[in-house]
């Protein structure tokens, strides 16, 4: 009985000292280390390190919005940005110009008015049928007319062909200006501009049309007057014999 007792309390002591190994290892690593007075805990460590990591992550973040903020009031700025170009007076003094020719029409200007008054004393009732004296002096009007429409032709398309170097460098500019734009608000006034050229030369071009135009219609007036005139003399010659 004695010697079992005494194996038993060798065995209890053994597996004592084997299982002591193991609890400590399995227990959290809490050790505190004592350096000159100083206490090192190895967990609060750990988790400073963590900590600080979050938060340089976090300050990281904040910065990489702040730099997209930065970028897109970049960008808006661009796209508000005024274009550097602008054809705007050149266009103007061209249709100015074209204007001006236009204005100064001769004898028969571009008015309803004149043009009633024109045909009502030179190409018409009376005039086709009046004395000689008054016949003759009216087909000399309708010739000045229908020479002085042809000049004013002439001096109308003579401005639109030398407006055409004007808009070739108008052009020429507006291109370079659109294709370099930096943001929206740059091309969309390139393409205004270009519109705005467009216009000038249709503009241009309806006046050389409107000149050419009146310059035909005055010479078959005077044509048809003449003829008209024609058959009056020859009527009244008729009646004379």
Request: proline fraction near 2%; aromatic fraction near 6%.
């Given at each position: 009985?004695?010697?079992?007792?005494?194996?038993?309390?060798?065995?209890?002591?053994?597996?004592g000292?084997?299982?002591?190994?193991?609890?400590?290892?399995?227990?959290?690593?809490?050790?505190?280390?004592?350096f000159?007075?100083?206490?090192?805990?190895?967990?609060?460590?750990?988790?400073?390190?963590?900590?600080?990591?979050?938060?340089?992550?976090?300050?990281?973040?904040?910065?990489?919005?702040?730099?997209?903020q930065?970028?897109?009031?970049?960008?808006?700025?661009?796209?508000?940005?005024?274009?550097?170009?602008?054809?705007?007076?050149?266009l103007?003094?061209?249709?100015?110009q074209?204007?001006?020719?236009?204005?100064?029409?001769?004898?028969?200007?571009?008015?309803?008015?004149?043009?009633?008054?024109?045909?009502?004393?030179?190409?018409?009732?009376?005039?086709?049928?009046?004395?000689?004296?008054?016949?003759?002096?009216?087909?000399?009007a309708?010739?000045?007319?229908?020479?002085?429409?042809?000049?004013?032709?002439?001096?109308?398309?003579?401005?639109?062909?030398?407006?055409?170097?004007?808009?070739?460098?108008?052009?020429?500019?507006?291109?370079?200006?659109?294709?370099?734009?930096?943001?929206?608000l740059?091309?969309?006034?390139?393409?205004n501009?270009?519109?705005?050229?467009?216009?000038?030369?249709?503009?241009?071009?309806?006046?050389?049309?409107?000149?050419?135009?009146?310059?035909?219609?005055?010479?078959?007036?005077?044509?048809?007057?003449?003829?008209?005139?024609?058959?009056?003399?020859?009527?009244?010659?008729?009646?004379?014999?």
């Open positions: 009985m004695s010697i079992s007792r005494s194996r038993f309390a060798r065995w209890s002591v053994a597996a000292l084997a299982i002591a190994p193991v609890l400590l290892l399995a227990s959290p690593a809490r050790a505190q280390f004592g000159g007075g100083i206490v090192y805990d190895p967990t609060n460590y750990a988790q400073n390190v963590l900590t600080a990591a979050r938060s340089l992550q976090q300050i990281n973040n904040q910065i990489q919005q702040i730099q997209n930065a970028q897109s009031l970049i960008n808006e700025a661009k796209n508000l940005a005024s274009l550097p170009v602008s054809t705007l007076s050149t103007e003094a061209q249709v100015q074209t204007r001006q020719l236009i204005g100064q029409a001769q004898r028969i200007a571009y008015s309803v008015k004149d043009i009633e008054s024109a045909f009502g004393n030179r190409y018409s009732g009376s005039a086709l049928t009046g004395s000689a004296r008054d016949m003759v002096a009216n087909a000399n309708r010739w000045q007319d229908s020479v002085a429409a042809f000049e004013d032709a002439l001096k109308v398309q003579a401005g639109v062909v030398g407006n055409i170097d004007g808009a070739r460098s108008s052009l020429s500019a507006l291109v370079t200006a659109s294709q370099s734009a930096s943001g929206a740059q091309a969309a006034q390139a393409g501009q270009l519109l705005a050229l467009q216009s000038q030369q249709l503009a241009d071009m309806t006046a050389a049309l409107a000149a050419q135009g009146r310059a035909q219609a005055l010479e078959s007036a005077r044509n048809a007057a003449a003829e008209a005139e024609g058959r009056a003399r020859f009527a009244r010659f008729r009646g004379r014999n």
